[in-house]
């Protein structure tokens, strides 16, 4: 499924993220004929306690640099100077930028340092270190860690394409940004503020001519090469691009969907983990799940029938698969699948519940029975066995026996907190006179 507007500005998208192997041409260019334009938001911050940094400076930098371009009505560009991490948050909503410019501090692990929220409007450092204040002193510095940083800017990855950490030490946060973002770049190392901003330089003058995020990059660091003869410093950048999943995390993460109710969301990354290692059982086997519960039975047979293939003997491949034929009417096809479930794993506790299920359906009510009796065995604790066990006896007029199953069916139910079920058990048990 695509995305009209991505499709309208030349943006592919892929499962609502920009995809990464589209981007081979310059931002503007592909923004250009959609009348849109790019937009930039540079977040610099330079609270109390660090040391002062040239931010108007680097600023400064960044307009020039996209003034004297030639396309330079196709940019927007927005500030937040002695910036908190609310404006930050409130930024990214507002303008929904192409391009994230960070200016400042960073401290590796602890983070970058942006101006704490209880501090914002109370004072600022001006760009020549003078301290100037607003109204009182409060504690300015806060520090935010790459994980959080990480989670922010993954919720904008249908707009966000780079992201340019301008700060020391920040390469922490560029790598753990890249697992969302198309290209992060970084800091492996303390970097000279003069350095910091000729590299700023160099990358806005690239992006102003057209040129592609990773190439960009690559005149930043030839900036700092060649104007300021520094080859060394140009090294302590570090350009990541978007980092693949792995198939077991593409597997995790269609499970937490799969649990939160996302079953198409699951069901893509189940494809994904699939694509990637196309023997992973587990994978075909939960994503024939999701595929049940969003009604594709059929796909959900697949599925089992393609994970039995890779793994014959295990018990609940044949129960998923049984699962599936009996929602499609199949009671036949279902106990058979049954049968095979309970010979690989005589404790199968549903396989016997479903297996007696089925047979009830064909009319098989004393085999049912049996089935039941049995779940009933291996767990005294399944409710639902009690309750279709008193429905047959019910249905044989053993009226004693049918309210003894429907009375324990309704106490296990409410301790498992199963209003309904538990609602249902009541109803028999009245309609016997109990």
Same mark, same amino acid.
């Given at each position: 499924?695509?995305?009209?507007?991505?499709?309208?500005?030349?943006?592919?998208?892929?499962?609502g993220?920009?995809?990464?192997?589209n981007?081979?041409?310059?931002?503007?260019?592909?923004l250009? /004929?959609?009348?849109?334009?790019?937009?930039?938001l540079?977040?610099?911050?330079?609270?109390?306690?660090?040391s002062?940094?040239?931010? %108007?400076? +680097?600023?400064?930098? &960044?307009? $020039?640099?996209?003034?004297?371009?030639?396309?330079?009505?196709?940019f927007? @560009?927005?500030?937040r100077?002695?910036?908190?991490?609310?404006?930050?948050?409130?930024?990214?909503?507002d303008? $929904?930028?192409? @391009?994230? *410019?960070?200016?400042? *501090?960073?401290?590796?692990?602890q983070?970058?340092?942006?101006?704490?929220?209880?501090?914002?409007?109370?004072i600022?450092?001006? %760009?020549?270190?003078?301290?100037?204040?607003?109204?009182?002193?409060?504690?300015?510095?806060k520090?935010?860690p790459?994980?959080p940083?990480?989670?922010?800017?993954?919720?904008?990855?249908? *707009?966000?394409?780079?992201?340019?950490?301008?700060?020391?030490?920040?390469?922490?946060? !560029?790598?753990a940004i890249? #697992?969302?973002?198309?290209?992060?770049i970084?800091?492996r190392?303390?970097?000279? %503020? *003069?350095?910091? &901003?000729?590299?700023?330089?160099g990358?806005?003058?690239a992006?102003?001519?057209?040129?592609?995020y +990773?190439m960009?990059?690559?005149?930043?660091?030839?900036?700092?090469?060649? %104007?300021?003869?520094?080859?060394?410093a140009?090294?302590?950048?570090i350009?990541?691009?978007?980092?693949?999943?792995s198939?077991?995390?593409?597997?995790? =993460?269609?499970?937490?969907?799969?649990?939160?109710?996302?079953?198409?969301?699951?069901?893509?990354d189940?494809?994904?983990?699939i694509r990637?290692n196309p023997y992973?059982?587990?994978?075909?086997?939960?994503?024939?799940?999701?595929?049940?519960?969003? !009604?594709d039975k059929?796909?959900?047979?697949?599925?089992?029938?393609?994970?039995?293939?890779?793994?014959?003997?295990?018990?609940?491949?044949?129960? !998923?698969?049984?699962?599936?034929?009996?929602?499609?009417?199949?009671?036949q096809?279902a106990?058979?699948?049954?049968?095979?479930?309970?010979?690989?794993?005589?404790?199968?506790?549903?396989?016997?519940?479903? =297996?007696g299920?089925a047979?009830?359906?064909?009319?098989?009510?004393?085999?049912?029975?049996a089935?039941?009796?049995?779940a &009933?065995?291996?767990?005294? $604790?399944?409710?639902?066995a009690?309750?279709?066990?008193?429905? &047959?006896?019910?249905?044989?007029?053993?009226? /004693?026996e049918?309210? #003894?199953?429907?009375?324990?069916?309704?106490?296990?139910?409410?301790?498992?907190?199963?209003? $309904?079920?538990?609602?249902?058990?009541?109803?028999?048990?009245?309609?016997?006179?109990?």
């Amino acid at each position: 499924m695509t995305d009209p507007l991505a499709e309208k500005l030349g943006i592919n998208v892929q499962g609502g993220t920009v995809n990464v192997q589209n981007l081979n041409i310059g931002i503007a260019a592909r923004l250009e /004929q959609s009348g849109d334009r790019v937009r930039i938001l540079v977040v610099a911050a330079n609270p109390l306690g660090s040391s002062p940094l040239k931010l %108007d400076h +680097e600023v400064k930098t &960044i307009q $020039e640099a996209l003034r004297r371009s030639r396309k330079r009505d196709n940019f927007v @560009v927005e500030y937040r100077l002695a910036a908190t991490p609310s404006e930050l948050r409130r930024a990214l909503l507002d303008l $929904e930028p192409h @391009v994230l *410019h960070f200016s400042g *501090h960073g401290a590796g692990e602890q983070g970058l340092l942006f101006v704490s929220d209880e501090s914002a409007g109370a004072i600022y450092r001006s %760009d020549s270190g003078e301290v100037r204040s607003r109204s009182i002193n409060t504690n300015e510095i806060k520090f935010v860690p790459a994980q959080p940083l990480a989670n922010l800017l993954q919720l904008c990855d249908e *707009h966000l394409e780079c992201v340019v950490l301008n700060a020391c030490y920040s390469d922490v946060q !560029g790598d753990a940004i890249s #697992a969302n973002i198309p290209f992060t770049i970084g800091m492996r190392d303390l970097v000279e %503020d *003069h350095v910091a &901003i000729k590299f700023s330089q160099g990358f806005y003058d690239a992006i102003g001519a057209g040129k592609v995020y +990773e190439m960009a990059f690559k005149w930043g660091k030839v900036a700092i090469e060649f %104007d300021l003869a520094n080859n060394e410093a140009s090294q302590i950048l570090i350009l990541r691009k978007k980092r693949s999943l792995s198939a077991s995390e593409y597997f995790n =993460r269609a499970y937490d969907k799969s649990q939160n109710g996302d079953k198409q969301g699951a069901i893509t990354d189940y494809n994904e983990a699939i694509r990637l290692n196309p023997y992973y059982v587990a994978a075909y086997s939960n994503r024939g799940i999701a595929k049940r519960q969003s !009604g594709d039975k059929q796909g959900a047979i697949a599925d089992y029938n393609e994970a039995i293939c890779l793994k014959p003997d295990y018990a609940h491949l044949y129960y !998923g698969r049984g699962f599936a034929k009996d929602d499609l009417g199949d009671k036949q096809g279902a106990i058979a699948d049954f049968n095979e479930a309970v010979r690989l794993k005589p404790d199968y506790t549903a396989a016997f519940y479903m =297996r007696g299920s089925a047979k009830d359906d064909l009319g098989d009510k004393q085999e049912a029975i049996a089935d039941y009796n049995e779940a &009933i065995r291996l767990n005294p $604790e399944y409710a639902n066995a009690y309750y279709s066990r008193g429905l &047959i006896k019910r249905e044989r007029g053993e009226k /004693q026996e049918a309210l #003894a199953d429907f009375r324990k069916a309704s106490e296990l139910f409410q301790q498992q907190g199963n209003t $309904e079920w538990y609602n249902k058990s009541l109803d028999r048990i009245k309609e016997l006179g109990g």
